[in-house]
């Protein structure tokens, strides 16, 4: 069974530009997650998709960021425009169906953006 | 907020030695506690976790304990070998569509 995979592996932006992350899911998981890590700091939660439909996005830092999954798939995540502080991995993560963030979350390899 | 702290944020030891970290949640309703492993240029992987019916598991040389009165549970890793060496991150779940993480501990197991 294929894990979580995640493009790019990497991104390099200046400042204002846009980038769009993709993340595929392993086949079949209903829960999708969205993580980001700073340097150095926790991995800190973004959004949930169940399927296709968005059940949590507290934790995104502000309209800059959106993200999609239509079709209940795969998912994209896209900063637009980029700032400083965005620079981070981006982690995203699947589970199976069932009980949401108490359910064995598969981790994919992250993206790591530097934003210049 | 509801957090997760860590503790230490890097950790030495000598091969064959063991080697403990120790996270606190702060959300009584926290009933599940992953434990991730992240080796360079990878995402983190599970390699054990415990609910909160339970206050030990274990896994060959991998342990981990949970005092839910005290909101604190640990990693224990015995007879370490090199290959242990990574950043492990502790995990509570904050709802039910949320997880949060520790900061991280690097772990660096001496030959």
């Known amino acids: 069974e294929a894990g979580v995979t995640q493009f790019p592996s990497h991104s390099v932006i200046e400042k204002g530009q846009t980038v769009t992350l993709r993340c595929d899911p392993i086949s079949g998981h209903d829960n999708l997650y969205w993580y980001r890590r700073v340097m150095g700091k926790e991995i800190k939660f973004l959004l949930h998709?169940?399927?296709?439909?968005?059940q949590d996005e507290s934790g995104m830092p502000n309209n800059r960021f959106l993200a999609e999954r239509t079709g209940g798939t795969y998912s994209t995540l896209k900063v637009q425009p980029a700032e400083l502080e965005d620079s981070g991995v981006y982690f995203c993560a699947s589970s199976r169906w069932g009980q949401g963030a108490r359910e064995t979350q598969y981790f994919g390899p992250g993206t790591r953006l530097l934003v210049l | 907020g509801e957090n997760v702290e860590q503790h230490p944020s890097t950790l030495s030891v000598q091969e064959g030695d063991s080697a403990v970290i120790k996270c606190t949640y702060s959300?009584?309703?926290?009933?599940?506690f992953p434990w991730y492993k992240q080796e360079l240029g990878k995402g983190p992987q599970l390699i054990i976790d415990?609910?909160?019916?339970?206050g030990e598991k274990k896994d060959q040389r991998i342990a981990v304990t949970l005092n839910k009165t005290a909101k604190h549970f640990s990693l224990h890793i015995t007879e370490t070998q090199p290959e242990d060496s990574a950043v492990y991150f502790c995990a509570a779940n904050y709802n039910n569509n949320d997880m949060r993480f520790g900061a991280g501990t690097r772990l660096t197991v001496k030959p």
């Open positions: 415990i609910r909160s019916n339970v």
């Open positions: 998709f169940v399927k296709e439909s968005k």
């Open positions: 959300d009584s309703a926290s009933n599940y």
